[in-house]
């Protein structure tokens, strides 16, 4: 039965000083795992679905320490493939107050970035799969990486997939010679779903963000130019169905403001409920719990793309509650939230 939803990318060990430590201060690290598409089939499974996470890693005693986290949260690591020479890992500054988070990747030459063209059998992968995921990230490692991406879409395509992407734009790993503007359009207007911030957007297709600012304009999206936006991104994309927009302010470390968006091909728009998050745990994540949310929503919701949407802004308000890169809340947490139920002690 052709079940899972497919997610493709680098899984990365990462290294956080304990509370708020910067970097130089810490002798000691807190090590967990993450990675953008790791994170959506992690969330999947939590919310009752099928997952299968693809990668590559090395053969030594920290992959099959990936891999047992992995599946203790129910996801599927049979494809994952094995080479090269080490994971790659990012190390992690928490914010607090007014100071900015920090990130510093240590990925080059990992054994997902130095992999090629034709190391993964993209029809057996696909064979029980009805949903493929990837993200920008990917791409914007190496050719060679954004060259696989390119072969996993031709195989889901062929395969009748339903393709999704999370534009995800990270300036500090496009360092091979080729800029996002470059290589995203070919891959991402072959997609059937597409998520992103207004920036990532404008990466991808270059379109001009319209903007969300909830101090300035309080609980107003701007309807008519969100519309405008989202209808030019349409008429650049080949398959594009559906588009989902996260809009995020940050007030300061604590206090979030998070909503979004979607726009359909037939142009039909829906705006979701704005929360104030006043106690941010860990913001890491948010973006692919929204992914995942959003995954879930049409899966569970076809004919009610509203609650789709709903389903995926609070799933993606949740994480900012979870310490760490996963999204570890199950479908009932997200429809309570969704209810109205927060705070609550729930016996």
Same mark, same amino acid.
């Given at each position: 039965m052709k079940d899972k939803i497919v997610t493709f990318g680098e899984i990365l060990l990462r290294l956080t000083p304990p509370g708020y430590l910067k970097f130089s201060q810490s002798h000691t690290f807190n090590a967990t795992f993450g990675g953008s598409e790791t994170n959506v089939a992690v969330s999947l499974a939590h919310f009752g679905l099928k997952s299968k996470f693809v990668t590559r890693l090395p053969e030594n005693d920290i992959a099959q320490s990936c891999l047992m986290d992995l599946t203790s949260h129910g996801v599927d690591t049979s494809e994952v493939i094995f080479g090269g020479e080490r994971m790659g890992l990012y190390y992690f500054e928490n914010t607090v107050a007014m100071r900015a988070t920090k990130v510093v990747y240590d990925r080059a030459n990992s054994s997902f970035s130095v992999a090629t063209p034709g190391m993964y059998d993209w029809n057996r992968i696909f064979a029980d799969a009805r949903w493929f995921h990837w993200s920008g990230i990917g791409p914007a490692l190496s050719q060679a990486s954004a060259d696989i991406i390119d072969e996993a879409i031709t195989a889901a395509e062929n395969a009748g997939l339903t393709i999704s992407c999370d534009l995800n734009f990270r #300036?500090?790993?496009?360092?091979?010679? #080729? %800029? +996002?503007?470059?290589?995203?359009? /070919?891959? +991402? /207007?072959?997609?059937?779903?597409?998520?992103?911030?207004?920036?990532?957007?404008? %990466? +991808?297709?270059? *379109? %001009?963000? =319209? !903007?969300?600012? =909830?101090? %300035?304009?309080g609980q107003q999206i701007d309807v008519d130019k969100h519309i405008e936006f989202c209808q030019q991104v349409m008429a650049k994309t080949q398959k594009c169905k559906k588009m989902f927009i996260a809009l995020r302010n940050v007030l300061d470390a604590n206090r /979030? *403001?998070?909503?979004?968006?979607?726009?359909?091909?037939? !142009? #039909?728009?829906?705006k979701s409920h704005i929360y104030h998050i006043k106690h941010v745990v860990d913001c890491v994540g948010v973006g692919d719990a929204f992914a995942a949310g959003m995954i879930y929503g049409l899966l569970n919701y076809p004919n009610d793309d509203q609650i789709a949407l709903d389903y995926s802004v609070a799933a993606a308000t949740l994480k900012n509650t979870i310490q760490g890169d996963y999204n570890l809340v199950s479908a009932d947490e997200v429809k309570s939230l969704m209810s109205g139920e927060t705070g609550s002690i729930r016996r």
């Amino acid at each position: 039965m052709k079940d899972k939803i497919v997610t493709f990318g680098e899984i990365l060990l990462r290294l956080t000083p304990p509370g708020y430590l910067k970097f130089s201060q810490s002798h000691t690290f807190n090590a967990t795992f993450g990675g953008s598409e790791t994170n959506v089939a992690v969330s999947l499974a939590h919310f009752g679905l099928k997952s299968k996470f693809v990668t590559r890693l090395p053969e030594n005693d920290i992959a099959q320490s990936c891999l047992m986290d992995l599946t203790s949260h129910g996801v599927d690591t049979s494809e994952v493939i094995f080479g090269g020479e080490r994971m790659g890992l990012y190390y992690f500054e928490n914010t607090v107050a007014m100071r900015a988070t920090k990130v510093v990747y240590d990925r080059a030459n990992s054994s997902f970035s130095v992999a090629t063209p034709g190391m993964y059998d993209w029809n057996r992968i696909f064979a029980d799969a009805r949903w493929f995921h990837w993200s920008g990230i990917g791409p914007a490692l190496s050719q060679a990486s954004a060259d696989i991406i390119d072969e996993a879409i031709t195989a889901a395509e062929n395969a009748g997939l339903t393709i999704s992407c999370d534009l995800n734009f990270r #300036k500090n790993l496009w360092r091979y010679g #080729k %800029k +996002a503007e470059e290589v995203m359009p /070919h891959l +991402a /207007h072959r997609c059937d779903i597409l998520f992103g911030t207004e920036g990532e957007y404008e %990466k +991808a297709f270059g *379109v %001009k963000p =319209v !903007g969300f600012d =909830v101090v %300035k304009r309080g609980q107003q999206i701007d309807v008519d130019k969100h519309i405008e936006f989202c209808q030019q991104v349409m008429a650049k994309t080949q398959k594009c169905k559906k588009m989902f927009i996260a809009l995020r302010n940050v007030l300061d470390a604590n206090r /979030h *403001v998070l909503t979004g968006i979607m726009y359909t091909r037939e !142009g #039909k728009f829906y705006k979701s409920h704005i929360y104030h998050i006043k106690h941010v745990v860990d913001c890491v994540g948010v973006g692919d719990a929204f992914a995942a949310g959003m995954i879930y929503g049409l899966l569970n919701y076809p004919n009610d793309d509203q609650i789709a949407l709903d389903y995926s802004v609070a799933a993606a308000t949740l994480k900012n509650t979870i310490q760490g890169d996963y999204n570890l809340v199950s479908a009932d947490e997200v429809k309570s939230l969704m209810s109205g139920e927060t705070g609550s002690i729930r016996r």
